[in-house]
């Protein structure tokens, strides 16, 4: 089912909580939708599955209005952060519960409840109460009760976050199986950008009550749309330079160190651009090779590898090019002189049109 979301509007008392949300995500694709806690996530859900009346603003279900009706009509399944799970009622009771309400017969009952328990990873374990599961168990019952009966839409709000981390990545590998297999349009809640690339087919960020950007996940992550989501999405080094067109799809950037070449598909007339990139797109040169000049300010080990600070005349600069013999070398060496070497086919241009 294609599900588009038009202009969403929700105030609390004076607080605009959603200021105009809009976004579609195709059939049976999933939306990781990224953003930082407080800027309106679960209050989009909750709009969306129809447990909070928008101000204005329309959904629709493969173009039709859905706005209006109950949450029970629209046919969509809910995890949350915390499984709720009925703390009386066992796992098979549990995963049956959406389709008793529905007013299935017992056969499909006990056929649906064997094939989403085999899908969630808990056949053996259906007499158990919540209690007697692990935390990881019980948001595998809360899945399977999710998608139980045969909805149109799966919402899921962060549904790894209290998890531990071996936890998360066997939970996560488990609804990216499920997805495959069933085909469900879903939105997929995360404040945690590796998540939100692991899971979405398609990623929305969001920052205070409205979409920055949406781009499918391999967009989003090496060319993101907006200034605002790179820096999200790790960009945080940013340097100004000029660009001066060779022709009209190169152009060359114009460094302190020495000149790069690269494609260009933005304006006509470049000019002053600013150009982001990732830590890990850059490294230092003890050798002067690098594009900009500055004075060692930090490192710090980091395991896969080691996290130093320029100080340039562009202010720091942070590396985590992962050449470890060097970064040996240059431990408790603050101050050294040492220049930037920076991957600029992963660095984002963006025009500041200052001239
Ligand atoms: N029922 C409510 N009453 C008042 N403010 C709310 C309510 N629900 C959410 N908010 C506020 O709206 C903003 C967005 O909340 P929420 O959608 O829960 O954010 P997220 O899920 O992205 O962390 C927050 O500032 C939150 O405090
Ligand atoms: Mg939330």
């Not at 309106?40 to 603003?57: E, F, Q």
């Not at 488990?174 to 469900?184: C, D, E, P, S, V």
């Not at 002053?272 to 500055?294: M, N, Q, T, Y």
Request: charge should be neutral.
């Amino acid at each position: 089912m294609k599900l588009e979301v038009q202009d969403l509007r929700k105030k609390f008392g004076g607080f605009e909580a959603l200021r105009g949300v809009s976004f579609s995500i195709p059939s049976g694709k999933t939306l990781a939708l990224l953003g930082p806690s407080g800027c309106g996530k679960t209050t989009t859900l909750r709009v969306i599955a129809g447990l909070l009346k928008p101000d204005s603003g329309r959904i629709l279900f493969d173009g039709e209005d859905v706005t209006e009706l109950p949450p029970r009509q629209r046919n969509i399944g809910m995890v949350f952060q915390s499984p709720a799970l009925f703390p009386n009622f066992t796992v098979r009771e549990n995963i049956a519960f959406p389709l008793e309400a529905r007013g299935k017969k017992p056969e499909e009952i006990s056929r649906r409840v064997k094939e989403v328990t085999e899908m969630v990873e808990l056949s053996g374990l259906e007499e158990r109460r919540p209690h007697e599961l692990s935390r990881g168990q019980q948001q595998r019952v809360a899945i399977g009760r999710a998608i139980a009966s045969e909805v149109k839409l799966l919402l899921l709000d962060e549904p790894l976050t209290a998890l531990d981390a071996g936890l998360r990545a066997e939970i996560s590998s488990t609804i990216r199986m499920i997805q495959r297999k069933l085909g469900i349009t879903t939105i997929y809640v995360t404040h945690d950008q590796l998540e939100a690339f692991a899971m979405g087919d398609f990623i929305a960020t969001m920052f205070d009550g409205t979409i920055d950007a949406y781009a499918d996940a391999q967009t989003m992550y090496a060319k993101p749309p907006t200034e605002k989501t790179a820096r999200f999405l790790g960009f945080v080094n940013r340097l100004e330079t000029s660009a001066e067109h060779l022709d009209p799809e190169t152009i060359r950037l114009v460094f302190p160190g020495g000149e790069f070449k690269m494609k260009w598909h933005g304006s006509k007339t470049a000019g002053k651009v600013a150009v982001l990139f990732r830590p890990e797109d850059a490294s230092i040169s003890l050798e002067g090779e690098g594009l900009l000049d500055g004075e060692l300010s930090s490192s710090m080990f980091a395991g896969r590898n080691t996290v130093t600070r320029v100080k340039t005349s562009q202010g720091m600069i942070e590396c985590a090019g992962n050449d470890s013999s060097q970064y040996q070398a240059i431990s408790g060496m603050a101050g050294r002189k040492v220049t930037v070497k920076i991957d600029l086919n992963k660095a984002l241009l963006i025009e500041t049109g200052k001239t």
